[in-house]
């Protein structure tokens, strides 16, 4: 019995970081319809900024975040304002496949610079260390990450319903001509979200960094999950996305107690039931 609560809560924890990965996937649909296909991929770059960051300042991967999320959030900024705002219309495709080809490029730029080798970041004794709570051993690495996960979504959920930046965001989500009427330019403000977007993929690719090791292939992996989160979270609904990851995270630790080969097939097992029976996701996003 012991053993499968302890599958359960470890499952919880990941979810937090399955949270991270999609709270950005989550935000920049909700803002503007956005499906970005280089999510995984930009999550895997913060992780490889923050590895050059630790390495040459000779810091802590989390003392790294002060360099790699503004970082982030200026390159948010700059690639919806050059880029992605000039592919935004009543089509979907043209965003998906400029998106796709964004993966692409980052995957070879990754590689090229870093080669195929695996990475890891050390985030020296937060790794290894674990509380005991009666008979479960919790890792402080994955409670750390759910807390910032909390953190961070609630942070989101503050910006887009209590500060005036959030309006912008809801005014041209609902309708961006009227928005635009209104006097926000809507440009300015879909870059500003891709911007905090990317401040969210910053803090997911560390904390993936520190978790495990990486190379440029697997954001695809990374972008799924975020996906998955978003989808049975019910698009755009922030704590959805975090109930999300959570069942997520539970149905990869259970299938994996059940058999080692089933820990993913199981997450995605659990995505399709949701979509079958729920299509909207279980907390699909209600505006007030």
Excluded: C
């Amino acid at each position: 019995m012991m053993e499968w609560t302890n599958a359960i809560v470890q499952g919880v924890l990941l979810g937090g970081l399955y949270a991270l990965f999609a709270a950005g996937l989550s935000l920049i649909f909700g803002v503007m319809r956005l499906v970005n296909i280089a999510h995984g991929d930009l999550i895997v770059l913060a992780a490889y900024f923050g590895l050059t960051t630790s390495v040459m300042l000779g810091v802590h991967p989390f003392a790294a975040l002060m360099v790699v999320v503004p970082l982030m959030a200026g390159l948010g900024y700059v690639l919806q304002r050059g880029l992605l705002n000039r592919t935004l219309g009543d089509d979907i495709l043209p965003p998906l496949l400029v998106t796709f080809g964004l993966s692409v490029i980052i995957q070879n730029a990754l590689l090229e610079s870093y080669s195929s080798d695996p990475q890891k970041l050390s985030g020296g004794a937060i790794e290894t260390a674990s509380l005991q709570i009666g008979g479960l051993a919790l890792g402080v690495l994955p409670l750390l990450t759910f807390g910032i996960a909390v953190v961070v979504i609630a942070l989101l959920q503050w910006i887009f319903y209590a500060t005036s930046l959030g309006r912008g965001f809801r005014a041209v989500s609902d309708n961006q001509d009227i928005a635009q009427i209104m006097g926000f330019n809507k440009a300015h403000v879909f870059g500003l979200a891709m911007a905090l977007a990317l401040a969210v993929t910053a803090i997911a690719g560390i904390l993936l960094g520190i978790r495990t090791s990486f190379d440029p292939s697997v954001g695809g992996g990374r972008l799924i999950f975020g996906f998955e989160a978003v989808i049975i979270g019910g698009l755009g609904n922030l704590w959805g996305t975090l109930a999300g990851g959570v069942i997520l995270g539970v149905a990869q630790t259970i299938g994996a107690k059940i058999d080692p080969g089933w820990q993913l097939l199981a997450g995605h097992i659990v995505f399709l039931i949701v979509l079958a029976v729920r299509p909207n996701g279980l907390f699909p996003r209600v505006d007030h």
